[in-house]
Nanobody
Framework: QVQLVESGGGSVQAGGSLRLSCAHS????????MGWFRQAPGKEREGVAR???????KYADSVKGRFTISQDKAKNTLSLQMNSLKAEDTAMYYC??????????????????????????WGQGTQVTVSS
């Protein structure tokens, strides 16, 4: 069973940085899309960034130029480097994954945009709080 475990959240002042990590075990699909999402209290969940197994990346407009998504396939880790944090970045951050055992148009479409779509595996979340 796939497990996704986020870490690295915390409290930081505006302008600061945090690095989130998502360790994934049992995820062996050759073609996949992995992403970071966030949900603030009283707001809908929103996509932040996505990366596929070929290394293609999409960012939400709200984080472009400030956040960087990356993956270390050898260590089964997905990361999100967050710089120039703002108070509005405060949220619970989740990583998610969806994959196939074959080259899949569904996975391509999932990672073609930073929002929407269905991911089958989710982590438990890590809290990020940015004070102004």
């Amino acid at each position: 069973q796939v497990q996704l475990v986020e870490s690295g959240g915390g409290s930081v002042q505006a302008g600061g940085s945090l690095r989130l990590s998502c360790a994934h075990s049992g995820y062996t699909y050759p073609h996949y899309c992995m992403g970071w999402f966030r949900q603030a209290p009283g707001k809908e969940r929103e996509g932040v960034a996505r990366i596929d197994s070929d290394g293609n990346i999409k960012y939400a407009d709200s984080v472009k130029g400030r956040f960087t998504i990356s993956q270390d396939k050898a260590k089964n880790t997905l990361s999100l480097q967050m710089n120039s944090l703002k108070a509005e970045d405060t949220a619970m951050y989740y990583c998610a994954a969806e994959g196939r055992g074959y080259y899949s148009m569904q996975v391509l479409r999932l990672c073609a945009r930073p929002e929407g779509g269905d991911f089958g595996s989710w982590g438990q979340g890590t809290q990020v709080t940015v004070s102004s």
